[in-house]
């Protein structure tokens, strides 16, 4: 059973960069055939596709925060990181990590972390 | 990027059925997924490919795609299914591969 967990501030002050990491347990990163996921969820809206990495280090991410997304990953620590610079308080929200699965998968995600509440204020 | 659109919210009676439908240009052509989400808790899948169900997920949820609409059904609909539903599908092609419906909230009345 493949378990995600989130862990990083829950605080970050405005035009900083917000840092989140996702530990992955029950299973390797490297295994091919999945991405490796990161998305939002703002207070009371819907789900924000963020962007993601193949463990070879292939990384596509949302248009619309692509200036400001990092995402890198170590197979060594089984774990993958998310930085997103210059933070506002638009970017308060709920961070999940998830797998996603690839072309023999249709982009299905199976596994979740449980989210991160990241709210953004001095 | 390709959009999909999901009704705000749909009401049903404990015991009825629940459709919950996405619309999105030729979705029938696509692979669609669902995820239930309930307050404080991260989303769950309960249909994949379309119409697959994962392991735990009981047999009144069901899903269909065909032409614009892909459909979440969930028959003898009950309390403990109240929650935000997603669906979504994988656009490889394009520059935003996961995407995601706007969310339904089932209300169980």
């Known amino acids: 059973q493949v378990q995600l967990q989130e862990s990083g501030p829950g605080l970050v002050k405005p035009s900083q960069t917000l840092s989140l990491t996702c530990t992955v347990s029950?299973?390797?990163?490297?295994?091919?055939?999945?991405?490796w996921s990161w998305i939002r969820q703002h207070p009371g809206k819907g789900l924000e596709w963020i962007g993601y990495?193949?463990?070879?280090?292939?990384?596509y991410f949302n248009s619309s925060l692509k200036s400001r997304i990092t995402i890198s990953i170590d197979t060594s620590k089984n774990q993958f990181s998310l930085n997103l610079s210059s933070v506002t308080a638009a970017d308060t929200a709920v961070y999940y990590c998830?797998?996603?699965?690839?072309?023999?998968?249709?982009?299905?995600?199976?596994?979740w972390g449980q989210g991160t509440l990241v709210t953004v204020s001095s | 990027s390709y959009v999909l659109t999901q009704p705000p919210s749909v009401s049903v009676a404990p015991g009825k059925t629940a459709r919950i439908t996405c619309g999105g240009n030729?979705?029938?052509?696509?692979?669609v997924h669902w995820y239930q989400q309930k307050p404080g808790q991260a989303p769950v899948l309960v249909i994949y490919?379309?119409?697959d169900r994962p392991s735990g997920i009981p047999e009144r949820f069901s899903g269909s795609n065909s032409g614009n609409t892909a459909t979440l059904t969930i028959s003898r609909v009950e309390a403990g299914d109240e929650a935000d539903y997603y669906c979504?599908?994988?656009?490889?092609?394009?520059?935003?591969?996961?995407?995601f419906g706007g969310g339904t909230k089932l209300t169980v009345l």
């Open positions: 998830a797998r996603v699965g690839g072309y023999y998968e249709s982009g299905k995600i199976d596994y």
């Open positions: 029950g299973g390797s990163i490297s295994s091919g055939g999945y991405y």
């Open positions: 990495i193949y463990y070879g280090g292939s990384t």
């Open positions: 030729i979705v029938g052509i696509k692979t």
């Open positions: 490919y379309d119409s």
């Open positions: 979504q599908v994988w656009d490889n092609t394009g520059d935003h591969p996961v995407i």
